[in-house]
């Protein structure tokens, strides 16, 4: 719903100098005429004689029509199906509809779909039409300024505050009742605003909010907007979710198939008792867990889940005691320069490991998504780059050569209004140069806020560090985007590899890459290279460095010198 539409008929926001508009529908002149007569004086009169001619006058006239009197025995369309329309529609039921009637049967008919009063007729006397009028029109414009401050204000939908106080009155309402609370995601969402524009990403979330309003319209239940790209439903138990996010899909994006993807995720027929945030942070997690997957567009949550959460809330509370007993370990991964004779030992990547007391070797994979996601990640990279960093001296140190590293900078780190500072110090405090850290930025970091992180990083490269763009093809960047990128680097996300070396895939594919880089004039470097087959592949396609477990896993720093002794040196 637009904003004027919702400010429509809040006291003290319209012009208190103009007449409230009322439409008329009634296919009797005589009636009508009396009706228009009666009411001239205090209103500004629309009027209409059949149904559907009512209809467009009323979505014509959406946002300044106070109040619709309708008459039930219309011609063609019937007064009652005019009125279900009008109340099925989220912008149009705000309008307020008395129903004109001399048929005392038809009243509850009526009220039931959604009329707000009723005038017998024939007419009663002139002072008690107007005061119903009046009285509707004014409980309509209260009701509208509540909505005001219950509502969204780009979707129409309740928002996430009032949303949980309903849910707990709708519990009251049917305690019996199996509801499921259901959270709906859009997929990249980011990537829509980003290559279509904020203003048709917000028409894509109002056309959701229209359909998830329709849809508890028909099936029962409350709907919201948890917040920018995520809605909440609670509504009567379902069984067939995937028909709904295909609803919705569809009614968000109709020119284009494909360009929006939603996601569901369930929490059914939750106990009433328990917290009701609880149950939809829970639908959230479900939602959550097929956020990468491209077949999956339903998740409903388990026992699976439930474990997986505790796992992550154990590694939460766990964090900032394996920080200060310095759990978290740095490992290192040789890249080597391949386009000579033999290969030469280029740097290293720097990859964390959390050697945790009681659950082991925990994988980064396990907990940097966790990280990334409360937060976490900033103090964890902090820790990270200084031990890089003083990696990087005492080997300086030790063999009087520069091993230059790559750190992972992850997006939220990017966020970091220090990070510049903190990097900086680094290099200081350890008397490196710029060049001897290396920074991985992932692709899809650079699609996320890209006129900020654009400037964040040429900062950096502009101060001398080497900037590598990680997982390069896995994101969404087209090439007229990559051109304007600062990198110094691209590193080819593994997916290449395992694609390319699989036995449908082919390695044109790679061929199509390394003749990017080269367009770019930049060096590339390959990732997750396993054999010898792949690794010479490579080569002869032109690749500069190739890092995996062909020539060594990540390993601890003292284990990684055999490389500096063995294996030469030169700086990628
Ligand atoms: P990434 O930056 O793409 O790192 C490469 C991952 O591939 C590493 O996994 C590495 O161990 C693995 N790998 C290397 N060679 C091969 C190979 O030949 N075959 C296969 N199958 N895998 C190979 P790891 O260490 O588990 O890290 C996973 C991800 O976690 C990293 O992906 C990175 O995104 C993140 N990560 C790791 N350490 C850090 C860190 O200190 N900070 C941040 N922000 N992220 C980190
Ligand atoms: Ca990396
Ligand atoms: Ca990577």
Redesign the pocket.
Known sequence: MTEPAMMKGIPGTRDEGRKRLVLIVEDDFVNREILKANLEAEYEILCAGAGDVALKMIVEHSETLSLVLLDLNLPGMKGLDLLREIKKDMDLSRIPVIVLTSDTESEVDSLLSGASDFIPKPYPRQEIVLARIRRSIELSENRDLIRWTERDHLTGLYNREYFYRYVDQYDTWHPDEGTDAVVLDVSRFHVINERFGKAYGDEILRRIGAELYAIVHEKGGIACRREADTFQVYCPHMTDYASLAERVTAAACQEAAGRVRIRIGVCTCADKASDTERRFDRAKSAADSIRNSYTESVAIYNDDLRRKEMHAGRLMDDFQNALAQKQFI??Y?PKYRVQSPEPVLGGA?????WKHPELGMV???DF??L??RTGL?RE??NY?WREAGAQIRRWKDQFGISIPVS????R??MLDPELTETLCGVVKENGLEFSDLHL?I?ESAYTEDSERIIQVVSGLRKLGFRIEM??FGSGYSSLNMIIKLPFDLL?L??GF??YAFSPEGDTGILAIMMQIARYLSVPMIA????TEEQMLKLKELGCDIV????FS??VPAEEFEKFIKTGGNEAC
Not at 547 to 550: A, D, F, P, T
Request: no cysteine; aromatic share 10%.
């Open positions: 740095v490992y991964q990547e720097a990859l964390v490991r994988s980064p994979g940097i998504p990280f990334e990640i964890l990279d990270v750190v992972n900078v992850s939220i780190d991985e992932t990680d997982d590193k996300d593994m590899i395992r990732e997750g290279v396993e890092q995996g477990y062909y896993r990540p």
